[in-house]
């Protein structure tokens, strides 16, 4: 009789096991991230003259998203590498990251001038070190704080390499000096571009390292004009067209020059795609906007993934 109970107990204790090892019963909750069975969306760009040429405009070119701050979403806050992985989780970006200053001269990633909206901290982001504000805690869109810590500039070169390509937000306080030492420290020309508010500026960056793209400011032919009499070569710019929509005469101009446009959509254009529908992002797209910088990069990849070529010279570099 009593083996026969055992046999029972033991016999029952053996299917629970199994049941538990079973990977379709274990939950999301577990620490389970639902995203990585996904596998990221990459693109991968080697070396500088295949930044050009990725970056040179082609009728066959592939639009893509670039996400502003990172792209934030509930859980994973702006200029987060866990932000970063998130959307490369859903789609193939351009990544768009402000770069700040501490007290004691490390880059970190902050956009504000101060810590009290993005972390657990507060005041002014250079009275702080960086050991100081390691740790902090940062602060998601809802106001949530998570586990996740403010990265350095370093840890995010790191992070992108054969990932995604960076545009780089230099705050003010930040020499123009220390972005290029970084980026020839950890060989990120391939695949980090420096933005740009002026002609001024970029002619500084460019001469500090010709080897580095620039996102310049073009929103008109004044603007055009006084970059194409800078001196630095075309093959160098991505054309930031502003917050407000072109035409599409004016994105065919920047495209004959062999330049690639990038529509900020951000702000007031999100919102439209909120109120009437995603599918404007698809009509920026098809007016000539080939990368749209936006708060919402997986609504709106989603919305432009139709516009994808079948067959494109660009094609090899997304994995």
Known sequence: MMNKKYRLLLTLFIGLFLISCNPSSQNISEGKNPNESQGEKRIEVVSFDEA?????????????????????????????????????????SIIELDVAITKDSILVLMHDNTLDRTTTGKGKVSDFTYEEIKSLNLVDLDGKETSFLVPTFAEALEWSKGKALLTVDVKREVPFEMIIEEIKKQKAEPYAAVITYSVDAARIIHKLHPDVMLSVTIRNEEELKRFEESGIPNDRWIAFTGTSERTQEFNEMLHEKGVFTILGVLGNLDRSAIARGDQIYAE????????????????????????????SSKMKYFK
């Open 52 to 92: 050009k040429t990725f970056y040179s405009w082609t009728a066959d070119r592939i639009p893509m998203v670039s996400a502003h701050r990172g792209g934030p979403y509930s859980g994973f806050p702006e200029n987060s590498l866990e932000a970063f992985q998130n959307v490369i989780n859903h789609t193939p």
């Open 284 to 311: 920026f797209i098809q007016k000539g906007a080939d990368i749209l910088a936006t708060d919402r990069p997986i609504e709106a990849a989603e919305a432009i993934k139709g516009l994808i070529p079948e067959e």
